[in-house]
Structure formats: C-alpha cells, structure tokens
C-alpha cells in the first residue's frame, strides 16, 4: 500500500513512517521541516500542505492512505499562524485525497480536546463532543481541525476516515507536552491537585497510528494505554521534583525559575484529569499497548536525567 504521511518531520511520525515501511508499505513524506537522515527508499517532499506543489504530490502519487499528522499545538506558534496551519492544513488534506481519489484517511490529533474541568466526566467516550476550548482558548484551532475531520464522515462517504484521539506520549524523542512538562528538575503543580495522566510509550503510540493505517476503521477512537497515573508520581518516578504552589502564585511563575512556560487555560489540564475510553479502538482494531506506565516512566528517567 502506498502510504503518505503530512507532517512526517514531527518525531512520532517518523516513527511511524519507519513501522509502516518494516511492514512493507510504500511510504511517501510530505513536511515543510526536512527529514535529513532518512532512508533512502522513503520520498521526503519538502513543501507546505496548504501549497500548491503539496497537491502535485498527491497527483502523482495517487496514494492508498494519508496519515495527517501536521497539526501544531498551542505552544509552538503564534495564534494567527496556529490557525492558519491547522485548520486550513486539515481542509487541504482532505481536499487533495478527495480530489485525487485517496480512499482512507487517518487524522491524528489529541485528547486533551475533550477539555479538562471539576464537573468532567470520569471517562470520555467518542460520542462526547471536544470542549476543550471551554476555559482552553488556545485549543480552538486544534479543536476546529478535529471537528472538520469528524465532519468528513458523513460528507465525504467515499473515504474512510479514521479520526484519532491520541494520549499523550512519552518516550526517547522528548518532544510532546508531558515530556515538556517534565524537562525541568522541577514539576510545579497546582496546590491541591494531583490528576490522573493517561500516556503511552512512544513506540506503542506509532503502533497504534499504524494499526489505523492497516486496519482502516471507519469513525472517532479514543487510542489510551496503561491505566492512568497521577501527576505527582509521573514526575517523582522520573527523578523531578514536585513544587505544589497555589494557583495565584503559579501563574506569575510560569516560564520563569525553571518552570514551564505555559498558557492559563493549560492550568485546568495539571488540576483536572482528562481521562477516555479507549474500548472501541481495542475492539474495532484489536491494538493494546504492549509497554507498562511503570516501564515508560523508567526508560524515560534513564535517558533523560536531570
């Protein structure tokens, strides 16, 4: 199968690249961000999603599936240009498959869209719709991207669309927002509060990105691992220091001493846990994750020590 990932510069999808070329999928790269080591036989195109050449790409290459997974998130860039990528991003993808007869499409995003708050339910299914940018505006784009993609469900019947909600992840890459929260000695927490984090293992992440690509579900899945940890032994069993500190004062800390510079709505996510239910993902596609919560935070704390 021919296979092409947008955003393939990222470190999981890397990851995924490589798993599904062992698997002996053809495997196409698309990312603004070059990919220098990699190997030979996968096609890296060094252009933009929202640009014309990217759309050359999909005409000649005519691929069986496209993993879209060129989002970016609320960190790493400005609100305007957050905007611009992720929603106009999204809507390319879907047009360049549409128009250049795709048949699946795998759309990759996070969740933390559910949104994090004291009345939260204790488990998030699909049905429920994302709140995230409730008391989170800086999800909104994000969560624009994941309602669009929802949306091509019933508007597009002729692709498969698989629409992934992904835990967070952690692993040897140490990109992604848990291990940004972790890359400081220190961990601050919100006096008070200890939520429960759900993550998998890198490697079972871009396993689960893969088994879409094969299994090719129709729908939303929550894609969870291991059962659900709390903040404080996350940080504490990687060698961090936990630092409760009440609310008022966090805020003024935040991006200074150490501490991650993070915004205000993203508080609620280090008081509230979001926790979901990964049930139907297991049943549709068969994927469990094969790496404890216990064995991640031990290989995370032997290759990044502080």
């Known amino acids: 199968m021919k296979v092409l990932i947008v955003g393939v510069g990222g470190a999981l999808a890397r990851m995924v690249a490589l798993k599904l070329r062992e698997a002996g999928h053809s495997i196409i790269g698309l990312d603004r961000r070059p990919w220098w080591d990699a190997p030979r036989d996968i096609q890296v195109h060094e252009v933009d999603i929202r640009k014309r050449a990217a759309e050359d790409v999909f005409r000649r290459e005519r691929p069986d599936c496209v993993v879209h997974m060129a989002t970016v998130n609320a960190l790493s860039a400005s609100g305007e240009e957050r905007a611009r990528i992720n929603i106009a991003g999204t809507r390319a993808v879907f047009d360049h498959s549409v128009a250049h007869g795709v048949k699946h499409v795998v759309v990759v995003g996070r969740h933390t869209y559910y949104g994090a708050s004291a009345d939260s339910p204790l ?8 709140n995230g940018i409730g008391n989170f505006p800086e999800l909104a784009d994000l969560v624009a991207a994941d309602l669009y993609a929802a949306n091509m469900l019933w508007r597009e019947p ?29 961990v601050p927490m919100v ?12 490697d079972d992440a871009a396993r689960g990105i893969t088994v879409a690509v094969e299994k090719r579900p129709r729908g939303i899945f929550n894609v969870a691992g291991p059962a659900p940890i709390p903040l404080g032994m996350i940080a504490r069993e990687t060698g961090r220091t936990v630092v409760p500190v009440p609310e008022p004062i966090l805020v003024q800390m935040l991006g200074r001493f150490g501490f991650p510079n993070l915004p205000r709505g993203a508080l609620e996510h280090i008081k509230y846990p979001i926790v979901v239910d990964g049930s139907a993902y297991k049943a549709a596609t068969g994927f469990t994750h094969t790496t404890s919560e216990v064995e991640a935070l031990r290989r995370y704390r032997r290759i990044s020590p502080v």
Do not use: A, C, M, W
């Open 158 to 186: 002729s692709i498969t669309t698989t629409l992934l909600r992904l835990v967070y992840t952690l692993g040897p890459s140490k990109t992604g927002t848990l291990s940004s929260f972790l890359r400081g000695k220190r």
């Open 191 to 202: 006096f008070g509060f200890d939520p429960l984090f759900q993550f998998l293992e890198e």
């Open 123 to 130: 488990y998030h299914t699909e049905n429920e719709p994302p």
